[in-house]
């Protein structure tokens, strides 16, 4: 075992029994690399990603190669769900300097953590025009020993080139009504009106650019928006980037028509698609939308929940196939010999023609991803139902993918109002009780007695790395859902404590954001990205967050700081939509309001279900029976029953409608 034993990361833990003496990352080991002057090996990754693993037993398990590398480096290993912080300054730099970035990322650094070679992924043995993992090494170390000075000048160069990039917040002033149509001009012309979705392969599901569609639909009736949504949704629940077994989404499609996945299932991903289905439903009516959320919110409850209550970060997209292999896909995919092995040739015949089953396979070695290609006609549901389950028990049987059980913050604040809303919905109060467990763990572990969110933990036990303003803003974000569904105040107080502390920690002039507190260890370059990529960005979710607490509590403080941030969606909207989405999702809920509903009456009952599924962007609920000086949410004080009946009092920009009792009329008033 290595210096990787006893860590929480389980990426960090695979590599715990490596040859190579790994460090994981910390001042002790650049100060072993000052000691030894010699050049720190950055290697960072995740536990789901498959071309890590490649590089893994490629290089990291070889014996030669590991005592190369530690002899002539320091290696540093690093999970980059628990440092992105780490992650986002050596990708910027990797990015910059070569004009692409992924993972596995390989960095060389100084002993001063200074960057001067970078790359991803490296072979064994020389290919496709990319030298050996052993020739890097070994042009590293001839260069450093002989061209040191050259080394620190390429070094002080790349850090300085960081340093001086400034960011563009948009200056004074909000994304109006004309940012958002710009906005939606260019998803326009980037939308695939084939196959739904934005660009082309590979493909991810646009979860946050979605959920602006349909919030611009909701407050504008912009037939196009909704339909942009509504078919790129459809094209994935058919597609084979949705599990259509188990359910749940894999991470993205390797191409275009969302037939074959990138197999890993990721929290991130489901909560986001989990929540936008279950929205999508209460825009439309739609029965897919409908199933999609439930078995999404089923598949994430199932497979991803543990012990301690949270949920855990992501399925690996390996596993053994029949012969032993470990590969990619293999626990998911199916030949028509397989079909028959389970359902008998009648039944297997019927669901290759359903799932899209051919001879020749849609993937690997005449295997094919389970999809709806449609064109079969009508079909027996009972007997999709019945293959469905004899499939599903037969895979079951199979080796299962690996699973990273490490808790993100962040990732759980996302799972929470996913699992909120959908159980609210859905009339499923099993999914906003794991919502709620999931929210009393992050309580409990991630902010203990430190009174600081943590960014990870595991087996219950809290992490080392501080949270980020991710989590900050999503945990928030799950925690003022929660309050909505539950009318439970005490989750509107956790939500403006974590933003409490973004305002004081994480806000610089002007209304700019940091991905790291003040007081957060210092790294070349203060970490600061407003765009939002396979999860809102810290920027973008803190600005919701901000939003959504200022209308629960009036708070002017956290209406300016949301305003102050959405800035950058006013500067980056109109040119790269895909890319802040959930930036365009909040600025809806400004240009609405948001409004304000506060229930007096119960929980749970006409009036507040009816308010939960209002269509208003971004409108905050409250619920409750107490009105006076006790009542457990701001917008319930002074707000009285009228004539013993349960009341709905809705208002925005400091006016208020008259109070109703009729569902059907608060419904009109919310865009129900």
Not at 300 to 321: I, K, N
Not at 639 to 664: I, K, N, Q, S
């Amino acid at each position: 075992m290595n210096r990787l034993a006893g860590v929480t990361s389980p990426y960090l833990l695979q590599h715990a029994d490596n040859p190579v003496d790994w460090w994981p990352w910390g001042s002790e080991a650049f100060e072993e690399a000052k000691r030894r002057d010699v050049p720190v090996l950055l290697s960072v990754g995740y536990s789901a990603c498959h071309w890590c693993h490649v590089m893994a037993h490629e290089s990291f398990e070889d014996d030669d190669t590991a005592a190369y590398l530690n002899a002539h480096f320091v290696p540093v290993k690093v999970d980059r769900e628990e440092r992105p912080d780490v992650d986002a300054v050596y990708m910027e730099a990797v990015q910059a300097a070569t004009g692409h970035g992924g993972w596995p990322m390989t960095v060389f650094l100084t002993p001063d953590a200074e960057p001067f070679y970078f790359g991803t992924y490296f072979p064994p043995e020389p290919r496709h025009g990319s030298p050996s993992f052993q020739q890097v090494l070994e042009g590293v170390t001839t260069a450093w020993t002989d061209r040191r000075e050259e080394v620190a000048e390429v070094a002080g160069r790349i850090v300085a080139d960081l340093a001086g990039r400034s960011l563009v917040h948009g200056g004074d002033g909000v994304p109006g009504e004309s940012e958002v149509a710009q906005a939606l001009l260019g998803l326009t012309r980037e939308y695939d009106e084939q196959h739904g979705g934005f660009g082309g392969a590979p493909k991810f599901p646009p979860a946050m650019a979605v959920e602006f569609l349909l919030r611009h639909y909701a407050r504008t009736g912009a037939e196009g928006a909704l339909q942009m949504a509504a078919d790129t949704c459809a094209a994935m629940a058919r597609g084979g980037i949705y599990d259509q077994l188990g359910g749940g989404f894999a991470r993205y499609s390797v191409d275009r028509e969302w037939i074959v996945p990138h197999f890993e299932k990721m929290l991130y991903d489901n909560a986001l698609l989990c929540r936008v289905y279950a929205h999508l439903w209460r825009a439309t009516g739609s029965d897919e939308a409908r199933r999609i959320a439930l078995e999404t919110a089923d598949f994430m409850v199932r497979e991803l929940r543990t012990a301690e209550g949270g949920f855990a970060s992501a399925l690996d997209a390996d596993s053994e196939d029949d012969e032993g292999r470990h590969v990619e896909g293999a626990f998911y995919v199916w030949t028509p010999a397989q079909l028959r092995d389970v359902l008998g040739e009648d039944d297997a015949a019927f669901a290759a023609a359903y799932f899209g089953v051919t001879d020749e396979g849609t993937f690997e070695e005449g295997a094919s991803v389970l999809r709806l290609p449609g064109g079969t006609g009508p079909v027996d549901a009972a007997r999709v139902a019945g293959v469905r389950a004899r499939l599903l028990a037969a895979r079951g049987e199979r080796p299962h993918p690996g699973r990273d059980d490490k808790v993100v913050a962040a990732w759980n604040g996302l799972a929470i109002a996913a699992l909120a809303e959908t159980g609210a919905y859905f009339d499923r109060p099993d999914l906003v009780e794991r919502a709620t467990e999931a929210a009393d763990l992050l309580v409990r572990v991630h902010l203990g007695e430190v009174a600081r969110l943590t960014r990870t933990s595991k087996d219950g036990r809290a992490g080392n790395n501080a949270g980020v303003l991710e989590d900050y803003g999503d945990v928030a974000e799950g925690f003022l859902a929660l309050a909505a569904v539950t009318g439970e105040g005490a989750w509107l107080e956790f939500a403006g404590f974590l933003l409490d502390i973004v305002l004081e920690q994480f806000t610089g002039e002007g209304g700019q954001l940091y991905d790291t507190a003040h007081d957060a260890e210092q790294l070349i370059r203060r970490p600061q990205d407003p765009t939002d990529s396979a999860t809102p960005s810290g920027w973008t979710a803190a600005a919701g967050a901000l939003l959504s607490y200022a209308a629960y509590t009036g708070s002017e403080a956290h209406r300016t700081a949301a305003e102050g941030a959405l800035g950058v969606v006013k500067a980056l909207g109109p040119r790269v939509p895909r890319f802040v989405g959930w930036g365009l999702a909040v600025a809806e809920a400004l240009l609405d309001g948001p409004r304000e509903v506060a229930v007096a009456g119960p929980v749970g009952g006409e009036l507040h279900r009816t308010a939960l599924l209002g269509r208003a962007p971004g409108a905050v609920v409250a619920a409750g029976e107490g009105a006076g000086a006790g009542a457990e949410f701001p917008l319930l004080v002074d707000r009285p029953l009228t004539g013993g009946e349960p009341t709905a009092y809705v208002c925005r920009h400091f006016v208020c409608d008259a109070p109703t009792t009729d569902a059907g009329e608060l419904a009109a008033k919310l865009g129900g």
